[in-house]
């Protein structure tokens, strides 16, 4: 049987690992190239060991055994001349792009907040986003057949949680900015037939949020722990769940679906 | 393979429109269907409304699919009559999954002009219908100890105010009001609950005489034709067309009753064109 997205090719940020490698994967499995770029460094406000080469190296390894083809590059989504040269190389290497995923982010969450956690969580998960959007516009405009593009927000784009730490407030900032971004983008687009929508994950298995740092953090605050609980009996979902959620906003099947919020929480948002 | 491989789905206002399209689309993907249908005309509504072939052709064609249908006529109004439906469908396909609430009706007027009449049956239809459906279902769902997925079908009107049906508004309203309790209650058995929310789609509920008088009340009946009305549609969506097909909501039906969606609950999802973005 033919894959849902045979012949396109789609363009993922932070695909080195968790939900972005999922993605990449998921999407591979439906007959799409990727191109793959992801900052694979530590950023100093981080606490938890970020993504390395050698994780992309792994998600670039893992798409080719699915027979698809992958461009694979280091590059940082807050510099916007670096993440346009991957998107030109990814597209001349593979063709126009059908498809955006806007996934890298960090979570600067950690007992010890500094000052910095803010603009580097504004500056990753808001700019960032931002600029991978614009760095593929032009090209999926020109490209004439349409096309559709997903924003990683969270429920804390959608709900004032996260704490009051400047990493815990950058991120909410930062996350509901993303959705202020998908509605503006959903209506410039839509005339060249371009959908722009948000997925919103409750707390996902992924290296983000399953590591010491995190758990910790989590735990110090019942609240805190109390904003992870979800209405389906799950206490995390997988990344692959919001793979398929993805999927299906970037496929045929919801030819018609822009400027929307999909939350993939569990009844989450809906049970505060 | 199919996506829905093994699975029950009921499916109200099935014999055609959006309903006899999610029976066909869930029926491709593996699922026999429970389907039920008012199949007459209701006093208040004043386009035609499905017949009694209208639900044979949709048994034709889920069977020729090589799926199992029961099929019966009954108003979401009459508990009695539609949970006798329902027990009758799963007695003969043996269980239920998933549930889509579609059966709906519409019909216009200004709030100050609506009569008792009109009022009580679109709410009688559209809402507690919906609350019936769902639950003549949910002692199956629970049975099963499967989990399952309800899908009530709301609409751009169940977001945002439009002028001229503020019945169907209202309705289109506390059907997302349903759905958030519904989630929560049904939660811990793994149920999930959400609403799609169309924009126009292209069904005799839209293309007909009295939805086009309402949308181009300036141009005479002979130019009240389906390409001008769909200029008229567009105004309302952001992408650059007219209505969406069935096909487009039994899509995104598809995906919240399939196993893709297994952790999606207590949402509100459009199918709008962009319609309630833009």
Request: aromatic residues 4%; proline residues 4%; hydrophobic residues 45%.
């Amino acid at each position: 049987m033919a894959g849902q997205l045979e012949g396109k090719v789609a363009f993922i940020t932070g695909a080195a690992r968790g939900q972005g490698r999922s993605h990449a994967i998921r999407l591979a499995q439906e007959g799409a190239d990727i191109i793959a770029v992801d900052l694979c460094a530590q950023i100093d406000t981080v606490a938890y060991p970020m993504a390395t080469p050698d994780d992309l190296a792994e998600t670039v390894r893992s798409v080719e055994e699915l027979d698809r083809r992958i461009h694979a590059v280091e590059a940082d989504v807050r510099d916007r001349d670096a993440l346009q040269a991957a998107f030109d190389a990814g597209v001349a290497e593979l063709g126009r792009v059908d498809i955006v995923l806007a996934n890298a982010g960090i979570a600067p969450l950690s007992m010890n907040p500094v000052p910095e956690e803010w603009q580097d969580v504004i500056d990753v998960n808001l700019t960032g986003v931002y600029h991978t959007v614009e760095v593929a516009k032009p090209s999926m405009i020109e490209g004439g057949r349409g096309g559709a593009i997903v924003l990683t927000s969270s429920t804390a784009g959608l709900a004032g949680i996260g704490g009051s730490t400047p990493g815990g407030l950058g991120y909410t900032a930062a996350k509901h900015g993303v959705v202020g971004l998908m509605r503006s983008y959903a209506n410039q687009l839509a005339e060249h037939s371009i959908r722009v929508n948000t997925i919103h994950p409750t707390g996902v298995n992924t290296p983000m949020v399953v590591n010491d740092v995190m758990q910790e953090f989590l735990q110090s605050d019942p609240q805190l722990g109390q904003a992870m609980a979800n209405a389906l009996p799950v206490d995390m979902i997988e990344a692959v769940d919001l793979s398929n959620a993805i999927l299906w906003l970037v496929s045929d099947a919801a030819r018609y679906v822009t400027g929307v919020t999909l939350p993939v929480d569990a009844g989450f948002l809906n049970k505060r | 393979m199919g996506r829905l491989d093994g699975k029950v789905a009921f499916i109200t206002g099935a014999a055609r429109g959006q309903g006899r399209s999610h029976a066909l689309r869930m029926a491709q993907e593996g699922a026999d269907i429970v389907a039920v249908d008012v199949v007459r005309q209701l006093p208040t509504v004043e386009y035609t409304m499905s017949s009694p072939d209208d639900l044979a052709e949709t048994v034709r064609q889920v069977e020729a699919l090589d799926r199992r249908i029961v099929a019966r006529e009954a108003d979401v109004r009459d508990y009695g009559a539609l949970k006798s439906a329902l027990d009758e469908g799963v007695a003969e396909l043996g269980r239920l999954d998933i549930v889509s609430a579609n059966a709906g009706i519409f019909s216009q007027g200004r709030a100050e002009e609506l009569s008792d009449e009109s009022w009580e049956e679109m709410i009688g239809v559209n809402l507690t219908g919906v609350w019936h459906t769902a639950k003549a279902a949910i002692p199956h769902l629970k049975a099963g100890g499967n989990g399952g997925s309800i899908i009530l079908t709301s609409s751009t009107a169940g977001i945002k105010g439009f002028e001229n049906f503020a019945h169907y508004v209202s309705a289109k309203h506390g059907v997302v009001g349903l759905m958030r309790t519904l989630a929560l209650e049904l939660a811990p058995d793994m149920i999930r609950v959400n609403t799609v929310h169309p924009t126009s789609v292209d069904t005799d509920m839209i293309q007909n005489d009295m939805l086009y008088a309402l949308f181009a009340p300036d141009l005479e009946p002979d130019q009240r034709t389906r390409e001008a009305l769909g200029e008229r549609f567009q105004t309302m969506n952001a992408l650059p067309i007219p209505w969406v097909e069935p096909v487009d909501i039994s899509n995104a039906v598809l995906w919240l009753a399939s196993d893709e969606s297994r952790y999606v609950t207590g949402v509100m999802l459009p199918v709008d064109a962009g319609s309630t973005t833009k």
